[in-house]
């Protein structure tokens, strides 16, 4: 399985900036993509979820400023984020899961200054 992230870049506070990851390979149809995050420094945390049923979960940290979503036929997920800040600088990783596997993406840097 490999998985292909792209759409980090540079933008100002307050922007928004549309992640997208793409997963190929053997991957069992029931499973959950998301996206995690991780600043310089610090841990690799959750950004936001989704399950190939559609089921949602967000950190508090980006909630209501992030949307998830995913094109099943495609094995893509998607983040949306928007009014981004300085705070959320960082390398965002996609993350596909299955049965007892994970497996991530190599990380998109999203560089929020002004």
Do not use: H
């Not at 049965?99 to 002004?114: D, E, I, N």
């Amino acid at each position: 399985v490999q998985l292909q992230a792209c759409g980090g870049g540079l933008v100002q506070p307050g922007g928004s900036l549309r992640l997208s990851c793409a997963a190929s390979g053997n991957i069992f149809r029931i499973n959950v993509m998301g996206w995690y995050r991780q600043a310089p420094g610090k841990q690799r945390d959750l950004v936001a979820s989704i399950t190939s049923g559609g089921k949602l979960e967000y950190a508090d940290s980006m909630k209501g400023r992030v949307t998830i979503s995913r094109d099943n036929g495609k094995n893509t997920v998607y983040l949306q984020m928007n009014t981004l800040k300085p705070d959320d600088t960082a390398v965002y990783y996609c993350n596909l899961k299955f049965t007892r596997y994970s497996f991530w993406g190599q990380g998109t840097l999203v560089t929020v200054s002004s």
